[in-house]
């Protein structure tokens, strides 16, 4: 089994920023084919944020997040982070970190087999 725990939302103003954190643990996560982060807002589909694969060498990003948004992992601390700038109130919504072990679409949310609990960020105007 996997865990992903999700921590770092909060309420934060527009033009502010904020970093998310994913702690990854259980069946051998360093060897996950990608990891990614989600976000789905009330009333809304979720939404592909940003992923990479395992070698670190692919990175992606919806396109209502570049230039704005960065992804990285600390793999010594099994940690993958999000982090946020120039955030707007169309950011807000809960985010999502997911892992699979498999190949797949990197920006399809059912591609993805594992999921944390998800972390609020609300981004007021």
């Known amino acids: 089994q996997v865990q992903l725990v999700e921590s770092g939302g909060g309420l934060v103003q527009a033009g502010g920023s904020l970093r998310l954190s994913c702690l990854a643990s259980g069946r051998t996560v360093s060897n996950y084919y990608a990891m990614g982060w989600f976000r789905q807002a009330p009333g809304k589909e979720r939404e592909f944020v940003a992923a990479?694969?395992?070698?670190?060498?692919?990175?992606y990003y919806g396109d209502s997040v570049k230039g704005r948004f960065t992804v990285s992992r600390d793999n010594a601390k099994s940690t993958v982070y999000l982090q946020m700038n120039s955030l707007k109130p169309e950011d807000t919504a809960v985010y999502y970190c997911?892992?699979?072990?498999?190949?797949?679409?990197?920006?399809?949310?059912?591609?993805?087999?594992?999921w944390g609990q998800g972390t609020r960020v609300t981004v007021s105007s």
């Open positions: 997911a892992l699979r072990f498999s190949a797949g679409s990197y920006y399809v949310a059912e591609s993805y087999a594992y």
């Open positions: 990479f694969s395992w070698s670190g060498s692919n990175t």
